[in-house]
């Protein structure tokens, strides 16, 4: 096992991932956006969304029961190996179930129909999905290998994108292109994969023991998607395309900043999970205090922010043609903290500690409040209605996963200074708001906006000697005076 410093290595390995799935949006949504207004972007969105359910049911929620299940036995390769094969037969299985019900879907539903071509492409997502095995990478902490990989066919797909996307007509190429971006690494994956397991056919498995934690992750994924893509899809067949268009870049950005906010949690699972299976807590709690405390300290100003910049950021990102976005963005951007909170106390502290059933409850819980939510607002409010059964869906969330954990994660939540937080947000909001009076483009307000607002933030809380700052801020003096040392 690693020291401590891999988990440095990994949170910037995943940081710098992350930044490249936001580069890439970012780049390619502005040019996607104009090109393809929103019916052909709302086209490309209900397609990923719908695929997403097959791609849930195929996975049987093996990728994040997969990390646990590899690190616990990462040190042996025989048991390792085994593991790692019994998991990929379960899931390539579910991809076969996946794909038959979803031609049957294809070629019997009319609606399904006229967009097949599109479908099937996107679907390729299922394979690529269950051969490429991050689970298994994840476990193993191969942040700088699934990085590196990532960046690169990004890249590839960014140059296809503009090359090939010239019209409205082709949304097709646009969704294939998606796809390439997200999953073709995959293909790398399964090709390196000898390198860590045993691909020689083993014989004598058992799934059993696999098979009830399997269910509850997969439950899990079923209530995951429900109320993260069920709001694009009762949106298609409630509204229109062009409202799943405004609904997709409000929750494009939303995204984005996701995935930034959860970084840390997301190469802590495998860490946290062998601190678990080594009882060794006291590291374990120590790394759970730490990962909230860089949840609020993140999200909080990020949620602010685009919340007050709502409207330059969708039209620059966008163009005029997605003024209906910006009211839903600003409602939907509180859930970057919600999910950055319920990420650390379901995916890092209950999962570990083999308390998955409990995630499942509060999913549920959160799914049948976003589908009831988005029935009764939908209809007149719509891309509107349908931010709001989200947000009020991942607080929903977040209530029932602290109350199962409040012993737990009390002290943690006492130890967090909220008063800095938000005394610095204010001083940097009230500062970067005045930009708005003035009449410059989207680009130039979110650019001066941006510096005024972060960097006020960020030497406010190291003014008020905000611990995780200052200790951020010391690695960085030392790699710096270390580096002027070495030269």
């Known amino acids: 096992m690693k020291k401590q410093k891999s988990i440095k290595l990994n949170f910037v390995m995943n940081s710098i991932l992350t930044m490249s799935s936001f580069i890439f949006p970012l780049v390619t949504f502005p040019y996607i956006s104009r090109i393809l207004l929103p019916e052909g972007t709302g086209r490309v969105n209900f397609a990923t969304s719908f695929i997403a359910y097959f791609t849930m049911f195929a996975q049987l929620g093996i990728p994040t029961y997969g990390i646990r299940a590899c690190a616990a036995v990462r040190d042996d390769r025989d048991k390792l190996s085994r593991t790692a094969q019994e998991l990929l037969i379960i899931n390539l299985t579910m991809s076969a179930l996946s794909y038959i019900v979803l031609f049957v879907l294809l070629f019997t539903v009319p609606r399904l129909f006229e967009d097949r071509l599109l479908y099937i492409i996107v679907s390729s997502n299922i394979l690529l999905t269950a051969i490429g095995m991050e689970w298994l990478y994840k476990a193993l902490e191969q942040y700088t290998y699934i990085t590196v990989r990532s960046i690169i066919f990004k890249f590839i797909a960014l140059i296809g994108m503009f090359i090939l996307v010239h019209e409205q007509k082709d949304y097709v190429i646009y969704g294939g292109i998606t796809i390439f971006a997200g999953c073709a690494s995959n293909v790398m994956n399964f090709v390196n994969v000898h390198k860590y397991i045993d691909l020689k056919f083993l014989g004598g498995y058992n799934f059993r023991p696999h098979l009830k934690a399997v269910g509850i992750f997969f439950a899990m994924a079923c209530a995951t998607t429900v109320y993260t893509h069920l709001d694009t899809v009762m949106l298609k067949f409630m509204a229109t395309d062009i409202d799943v268009g405004y609904y997709g870049a409000a929750t494009k950005i939303k995204t984005i900043l996701v995935s930034i906010v959860t970084s840390l949690g997301t190469v ?214 270390l580096t002027k040392k070495d030269s």
């Open 268 to 481: 802590l699972l495998p860490r946290a999970s062998y601190y678990v299976k080594q009882k060794k807590m006291e590291e374990f709690y120590c790394i759970t205090e730490k990962a909230l405390n860089f949840v609020f300290l993140i999200a909080t100003p990020l949620t602010i922010y685009f919340m007050i910049f709502a409207r330059s950021g969708v039209l620059f990102l966008s163009g005029g043609e997605y003024e209906g976005a910006v009211v839903p963005m600003q409602i939907i951007m509180p859930t970057l903290l919600l999910i950055g909170i319920t990420n650390i106390l379901g995916i890092q502290i209950l999962v570990p500690l083999g308390k998955e059933k409990y995630v499942l409850y509060s999913e549920i819980a959160g799914a049948v409040t976003d589908v009831v939510l988005n029935a009764l607002l939908i209809p007149s409010m719509k891309s509107s209605g349908a931010a709001i059964g989200t947000l009020v869906a991942e607080f929903v969330v977040l209530i029932v996963q602290y109350v199962i954990l409040r012993d737990m994660v009390k002290p943690a939540f006492l130890k967090i200074r909220y008063g800095k937080i938000m005394l610095a947000v204010a001083v940097g909001a009230g500062a970067a708001s005045c930009t708005l009076l003035l009449h410059w483009g989207h680009f130039t307000i979110l650019m001066i906006s941006s510096v005024i607002f972060f960097g006020l933030y960020g030497l406010l809380m190291l003014v008020m000697k905000e611990s995780l700052v200052i200790e951020l801020m010391q690695q960085v003096m030392n790699k710096f005076h």
